[in-house]
């Protein structure tokens, strides 16, 4: 996964940190999360807050369904 994989990225963080609501997670806890998580490859210095806000709504998304 890449950065990119914002779709990807949320169903992983759904899945590795259930009943987390998305909106209290701080980006810094949230870039390490996503580096975290298994499968993801991608330079830390590729996020940036725009990326990390779409994964975050999109992980808001995901818990919501």
Do not use: C, Y
């Amino acid at each position: 996964m890449k950065w990119t994989d914002v779709t990807d990225i949320a169903i992983a963080l759904a899945s590795s940190h259930p009943g987390v609501d998305p909106l209290t997670v701080r980006f810094t806890d949230l870039h390490a999360w996503v580096r975290a998580l298994p499968g993801f490859e991608d330079a830390a210095e590729r996020s940036n807050e725009k990326v990390l806000e779409a994964i975050q709504m999109a992980w808001l998304d995901e818990v919501q369904d």
